[in-house]
């Protein structure tokens, strides 16, 4: 139902629209009240932004119809908006899939029930008609009472122990849990943006290569100091490129200045920083001269030695071995991180986990906490460390690739703000406002 105006790819896109309506629309309510209906302009914009056409086509699309009762726009910035709706379907199986579907939303019925809860046949599988997780803030209703539900995450199922009520991946599921299914008692608070929150102000969930990079990473930095200032935790995310590129020292000065408590990578990250650190080459380019040196194609793989003649990273640091770079600052600063493996790499360094699902697991762990992620020049380890984070964790994507930002949005992590730019670029600029 585009009517020939905007179209929508996601649900996370519509609502992110009606962010930047809610505004104009607060404005007209005395306009409303007095006319009792909405005015013409404030219909014509709902249909032209692609909002209603999202949740109307979701409706359409499960053989529904729908029927608009109420609409009520809250008169401030603290008051919510409602729209009350009868929506019908031709048989209950119908209803019972278009009802999970509009979850999403953020609507759920007015009549409200307890959850529905199924215990799982067996480990790792779980009724048919179980609840699938967002990445927003959910809520279930339990004996009256709504519960938040905790470890938020997407693409998980909820189980429900006691009056406790949790994210959890099918493989981690046992036998005889309690599974959410259905859509009952099921609430989600889809994750509006707040004008000055975390001054993200200038940001509007999309991807720029257009802005001043120097007005972003000031933004940015202001970030970074408010979220250690009030407690919390900052990720960063990142790939080998930024040793490439020459930005370990700047990377360095961020872990060492105490705005990392994080980091997440991969084998080649690690490698290429301790080559750098011993040879001063990354897959041997002299990064000074920028030219490749004799035999330093074998300056990655003589890293590698030297760390497993140590038995770990951090033994190497301890002895002395390995004296600078970002995994020296992480060790020297108690900074945790996690290398995740992966079928490209040679080695790998004893720090790795190999096993996939213990490096997620070991993943998740690490980022209990975060209130920021700062994913840079990385597109496979983006989207796993958006794929575990709830959307109330601000995430920035920095890559010269556009298209790295946009998989890591499409794939669901729709808070993300892209900056396109050389990343060494951006970690110089960034640390050199932080020092």
Partial sequence: ?????????????????ARGLAPKFRERVEQAEEQRRLPGETVQELIDSGLLSALFDKIIEFRGSYEILTFDIGRTNDDPSRIQMRITAPDRASLDDLLQQITTFGAHPVRERDVLIKPAEKDRCVPDDFYSTTNHRTHV????????????RMDAVIVVTGQTASCRKLRDVKAGEGIVCGHDGIRVTPEFRERDRLGFAFMSNDVSSERRVEGSVARI???????????????????????????VEHFASLVRHGYVDVVLAGNALAVHDIEFALSGTSLGIDLVAGAPVEQGHRNHMAAINTIN???SIRTAVESGVLKSGVMYECVKNGVEFV?????RDDGP???VITDVVRAQDAMRERIRGVGLAIMVATTLHSVATGNLLPASVQIICVDNNMETITKLMDRGTRQAFGLVTDCQFFLKELAGRLE
């Avoid at 139902?1 to 629209?17: D, F, N, P, R, W």
């Avoid at 209703?141 to 938020?152: A, K, N």
């Avoid at 290398?339 to 079928?343: E, F, P, V, Y």
């Fill in 1 to 17: 139902m585009s009517g020939g105006q905007v179209e929508y790819k996601t649900t996370e896109e519509a609502l992110e629209i």
């Fill in 141 to 152: 209703r339990l004996d009256g009472q709504w519960i938040d539900v905790e470890s938020q």
């Fill in 221 to 247: 930095a202001l970030m970074m100091r408010e979220v250690k200032a009030a407690g919390g935790r900052i990720a960063v995310v990142a790939g080998p490129v930024v040793v490439h590129t020459g930005g």
């Fill in 309 to 311: 003649r140590a038995g």
């Fill in 339 to 343: 290398l995740a493996g992966s079928i």
């Fill in 349 to 351: 360094l004893p720090d």
